[in-house]
């Protein structure tokens, strides 16, 4: 069972991540208290072009070089009183959260247990979980087993979910998941194309695109048939975009600074710079 938060960065109590920070680092008190103490200005265009301001009084500014550390130093005994409370339940129960992403693994019977006190944690710090964007994955044959005071919201999957940005689940839904990714890639390097700035694009590329597929490459076995699909089909995609020369450019300093699978990479970087040759010799 993966549970969501809503809008947890901005909704966390400011006062209870301050207090926090009193008694965990103290040291850092007076430098965060200039930037938290009082309410932040958030800028942003109308359509008009005028500038107007919303004050920020609650959570952490996404943006703010500290702010995963400050939300973090407020979540951690969170978690660990949620777990405190689930362990019983079951001794093979396991808890995974990467900042905001809780990830349940239980049997289903005791699921509609463990979204209750992950509800009544989050409140502690005025985070409400969202039934609706809150997922679970269990088999068919033990779906019968989910029990009836579960709420009716939570979304019930039996062939795979969406969670930390990989796929979990049957060959055809991983199939399906990765098929979405390349065409997200595809349309990504295209929207790219039409940015006038060509550091702008490199970073783009460099830390979005790169960063993403590394982490798809990473998170599914190699061993899945979908996955070596999904690289034969990626390592052609750029074909279609390696003629303009800021591709060719970043992409070339990209495979060699930051290469998230060498074969792929290798491959992407032999055929652009093979066109380069041809077209310079």
């Known amino acids: 069972m993966a549970v969501d938060g809503e809008n947890i960065f901005n909704a ?10 009193y008694t965990t680092f103290p040291q850092l008190a007076i430098f965060v208290e200039t930037w938290y103490l009082d309410p932040s ?6 359509n008009d072009h005028v500038v107007a301001i919303i004050w920020s009084r609650e959570g952490i500014q996404q943006g703010d070089v500290i702010a995963t550390f400050l939300f973090s130093n407020i979540y951690a005994p969170i978690l660990e009183n949620i ?5 019983p339940l079951c001794s093979t129960m396991q808890l995974f959260a990467i900042l905001d992403d809780i990830t349940f693994t239980a049997p289903v019977h005791l699921l509609s247990a463990i979204f209750v006190i992950c509800t009544e ?3 502690t710090i005025n985070i409400r979980t969202v039934p609706r964007k809150s997922h679970i994955l269990t088999s068919p044959e033990d779906r019968h087993l989910l029990p009836d005071d579960l709420d009716p919201q939570i979304q019930i999957h039996t062939d795979g979910i969406s969670i930390l940005g990989t796929a979990i689940g049957s060959d055809d839904f991983v199939a399906e998941f990765l098929n979405a990714k390349l ?28 960063s993403r597929l590394r982490h798809l490459l990473r998170s599914l076995s190699s061993s899945r048939p979908q996955l070596a699909t999904f690289v034969s089909r990626l390592i052609n995609s750029p074909r279609d975009f390696s003629c303009r020369p800021f591709i060719f450019k970043n992409l070339r300093m990209l495979f060699r600074f930051s290469s998230p ?3 792929l ?10 066109t380069w040759l041809q077209r310079h010799t």
């Open 261 to 263: 699978c060498p074969l």
């Open 12 to 21: 966390a109590k400011r006062q209870a991540i301050l207090d926090r920070l």
């Open 183 to 210: 065409q997200q890639t595809e349309a990504l390097l295209i929207k790219v194309n039409r940015i006038p700035s060509l550091q702008s694009r490199y970073q783009i590329l460099k830390l979005s695109i790169n």
């Open 83 to 87: 777990y405190r409370r689930t362990s």
């Open 121 to 123: 944690e989050l409140s």
């Open 265 to 274: 990479m290798q491959e992407w970087g032999y055929y652009l710079f093979n």
């Open 41 to 46: 200005p958030l800028w942003y265009y109308l």
